[in-house]
């Protein structure tokens, strides 16, 4: 268990170390966000539709998009000079390169998401600080998920020609669940519901980081040995 | 002809090893086996499957039928140990442009769980003779100090077995002495080796075996004999009639 966790942890060092010399993905994800959160903030009617309903589409579109560049990147780095070939033949398990991946990806969507936050309550004027520690509990079990998820997907598509466009293809589909429930949670956050009105939803958050969690370590393995 | 194998605990053996990429056969039937100290030289053109069959001892890739042994024990792909004890110097550099070189190193030595990282890495950078740009990233590099630094990080860990891919090509003379230099001393050492080139004058001058690939089958395989011209006539041969 230390071998495993002393791997992950030099994989998710070294790819933060990384991006944050190139910034190249982290300042492609966080211009992409200002685009978004401007056009639909300028492109509301707001006599038609309130900021309030409109706002959790928004954010969880914004938010997803920006970690797809993010997700992108991840194997991407490995395609450099082979160097997914030197993780594979080190002793690092599997699994271990796996969690490295998923740890250096949370930290990068996790990044992105703190600047855009307080850029989407700028842009469209909610309220977010009373409910920032729930907010953040259900940004924080949504990007588990499709962190996750994506990791696994950044690496089957990482040997296609065409890595970038197959990955939102592979993922999409697998974002519905998390998404639908991180977009209907915030929805009543921000319309100032209790947040027992939301523990449907958060179950299912939690039950699809678990079982996908869990099934991207077992499915990891297959996925990047030739 | 056929291939000799070793006894049940040669340092590295290979049986009936096939593999192939859609229709084609990259290896049809490949046996031998090295004992601790031997170094094999696997000369072939082009396509012949030589990188095939290095990535399938060095674990990258699973073969389609046969196996390789490690010690007499299967490879097992996903077993640590076993990968403890290969080092493979491919085509490829597997390093990091965006890393220092001693950041590369500093890496993989944590991978691999060795201990005193630093005195190891600044080890590692004098004996390839880049421990002066210790600090410059590796994207910086030529392609000669790029092939010494992948020559550096597939001997971090002290590999019992190493494998090289045409380790010689697009090298300069100093690099290439150097690199010589140091699988002389690997040979020393008793290592195991294979080394796929297409170059047989420097294959001949490191190896104790030889053996001649072709369309994926060994076309001859056994310890040196013969000089260099008997070589190049054999492997003119070989490839004329199989190839």
Sequence with gaps: MGELLRAAWAIAAKDVLLEFRSRTAFVSALVFTALVLAIFNFARDPTAVSAVDLAPGILWITFTFAAMLGLNRAFGLERENRALDGLLLSPASRTAIYLGKVLANLVFVGSVE????????????VPILPVLGPLVLVIALATVGFVAVGTLMSSMAVNTRLAELMLPVLLLPFLVPPVTAAVQMTARLFAGRPFSEVSAW????????IVFVAACILFFESTIEE | MPAPLGGARAALAVRGLERSFGHVRALRGIDFALEAGDSLAVFGPNGAGKTTLLRILAGLLRPHKGEVLLDGAPLERTDAAHRRRVGLIAHYSLLYDGLTAAENLAFYARLYGLRDREALVTRALENVGLADRAGDAVGTFSRGMVQRMAIARALLHEPRIVLLDEPFSGLDQRAAATLRDLLMRLRAERRTMVLVTHNIDEGLELATHVAIQVAGRL??????AGDLAAYRARYAEATASRG
């Excluded at chain 1, 600047?115 to 469209?124: G, R, V």
């Excluded at chain 1, 958060?202 to 980081?209: A, F, M, N, P, S």
């Design chain 1, 114 to 125: 703190a600047i855009a936050l307080p850029l989407f309550a700028l842009f469209f004027n």
């Design chain 1, 202 to 209: 958060l179950r299912l958050l939690v039950g699809y980081d």
């Design chain 2, 219 to 224: 076309a001859e395989f056994g310890p040196v």
